[in-house]
């Protein structure tokens, strides 16, 4: 069973700051991952889609990273904005599953 | 731009009463989804439908969980008799390839009292 986790659970950055966010997963047989933003309560918004054959995807100020033999997502925020502070939720589809999600990070960003 | 839409954002309930969210996915869309986040707590899968039948379900999408196709616009959650423990927020998601993008939903809020 795919399981899927987001370290650290909270971070908090000076704006300007460089940032990375972790993800990891259990069963590298994985056909996509998606980065996903959540401000309180509301809905997902989709960020990334990296496809299981991609190295990287890249929007913006967002890079998104997967290396499948390690079982690791990384999404880079580069020169952090007070509104990128939000919940960034890591989720992937493997096998026929449906996306199976982390309990995300918790961002933020201080002016 | 396309997107999902919820309704109601927002509905309280007593125990033991029917509650029905509805969605409108976007349009070309072929794969239908709700999930629900419990306050706190993952984003978990309930149930995923396709071709006006269930696809896949989680253990959660017990006898009290249904979905329906309607019309050609509409896809709905119905919960028979809620429990205190259905209070979650319900997304409901759609994408045009099963294992591609997922679109979601604002959500809606179910309060069980």
């Known amino acids: 069973k795919q399981e899927v986790t987001q370290i650290p659970a909270a971070l908090s950055v000076p704006e300007g700051e460089n940032l990375v966010l972790n993800c990891s997963f259990t069963d590298s047989a994985i056909y996509n991952l998606q980065w996903f933003r959540q401000d309180p309560g509301k809905g997902l918004t989709s960020l990334l889609l990296?496809?299981?054959?991609?190295r990287e995807q890249t929007s913006g100020r967002l890079n998104a990273s997967l290396d499948k033999s390690s079982g690791r997502s990384t999404l880079y925020i580069a020169a952090s904005q007070p509104g990128d502070s939000a919940t960034y939720l890591c989720?992937?589809?493997?096998?026929?599953?449906?996306?199976?999600f982390g309990k995300g990070t918790r961002l933020s960003v201080i002016a | 731009e396309p997107e999902v839409t919820q309704t109601p954002s927002h509905q309280v309930t007593q125990m033991g009463q029917e509650v029905i969210l509805r969605c409108v996915p976007i349009?070309?869309?072929?794969?239908f989804y709700w999930y629900r986040q419990i306050l706190g707590q993952k984003v978990e899968f309930l149930v995923s439908?396709?071709?006006?039948?269930?696809?896949?379900k989680s253990e959660i999408f017990d006898d009290q969980f249904s979905v329906e196709r309607p019309d050609g616009s509409n896809f709905t959650l119905k919960i028979r008799s809620t429990k205190l423990e259905d209070s979650a927020m319900y997304f409901c998601?759609?994408?045009?390839?099963?294992?591609?993008?997922?679109?979601f939903g604002e959500g809606s809020r179910l309060t069980v009292l």
């Open positions: 989720a992937l589809h493997s096998g026929n599953t449906p996306l199976v």
């Open positions: 998601a759609s994408n045009s390839v099963g294992t591609g993008e997922l679109f």
């Open positions: 439908f396709y071709n006006n039948e269930i696809s896949e």
């Open positions: 990296i496809q299981s054959s991609q």
């Open positions: 349009s070309n869309h072929l794969y």
